[in-house]
């Protein structure tokens, strides 16, 4: 019977020594573990300052195309699509926190650089299809704004609604892309809501990195 009790203190003691060694390594790495969490959200948002730069660059694509220039802004949006692509796999790799983001973030990579690649290698076959590749990526648009409105609504955050309506207006020109492809002024459109949403990226993306640094109470 003492040596059950004994062996049942031994056991109790054994556990509150792991507890307390398990809260004394959380204090203590607390302000490494912050630094290291606000340094993956300063990535998050050059990533995402970087995609919203390129989407200001596609809407100027938009803009210059016309039918005697479509093999030229073929093999532009086709780097574009790389370079994006390349951005997102780094995104990929760097992401931990979610893992519906990050499989997300290697789904985009992958579908953006095999585009990429089949508008830069086959430019003379590609423009016959190049209004289908622009409509596929205002889709990639729309997903990317989903997952920042996404990310600022579990923030508590009412700039989520801003992203939503941006997604909302990529469908809308993908569609027009799809249905009126051989109207000059779809494009013109299209580019400039392209530049504006890109410009408002930038904010959006600003905002949610002040948003998960005041969150965390750094």
Do not use: P
Not at 62 to 74: I, Q, R, T, Y
Not at 99 to 113: D, E, G, K
Not at 128 to 139: G, K, Q, R, T
Not at 178 to 185: A, F, M, T, Y
Request: aromatic residues 12%; proline residues 0%; contains cysteine.
């Amino acid at each position: 019977m003492f040596v059950l009790h004994a062996g049942k203190k031994k056991r109790k003691a054994l556990v509150l020594f792991n507890l307390a060694k398990k809260c004394y390594d959380i204090t203590n790495c607390g302000g490494i573990c912050m630094q290291f969490k606000k340094a993956h959200i300063r990535k998050l948002k050059w990533n995402g300052f970087f995609q919203s730069i390129l989407w200001i660059l596609s809407g100027v694509i938009f803009w210059v195309m016309d039918n005697d220039n479509k093999l030229v802004v073929a093999k532009l949006a086709g780097t574009l699509l790389v370079v994006q692509g390349v951005g997102q796999l780094l995104l990929f790799i760097q992401e931990d926190e979610h893992f519906r983001f990050s499989i997300v973030s290697l789904i985009h990579s992958v579908c953006a650089s095999f585009t990429g690649i089949w508008l830069m290698v086959r430019s003379y076959e590609a423009v016959n299809y190049i209004h289908l590749a622009f409509a596929f990526i205002m889709v990639l648009h729309m997903v990317e704004n989903l997952l920042l409105g996404y990310r600022l609504r579990l923030l508590r955050s009412q700039v989520g609604w801003i992203s939503y309506l941006l997604a909302f207006s990529s469908i809308i020109c993908a569609i027009l892309i799809v249905c009126l492809r051989e109207v000059d002024i779809v494009y013109m459109a299209i580019g400039s809501i392209l530049v504006v949403n890109g410009i408002i990226g930038l904010w959006v993306w600003r905002h949610y990195e002040n948003k998960s640094i005041a969150e965390m109470g750094i």
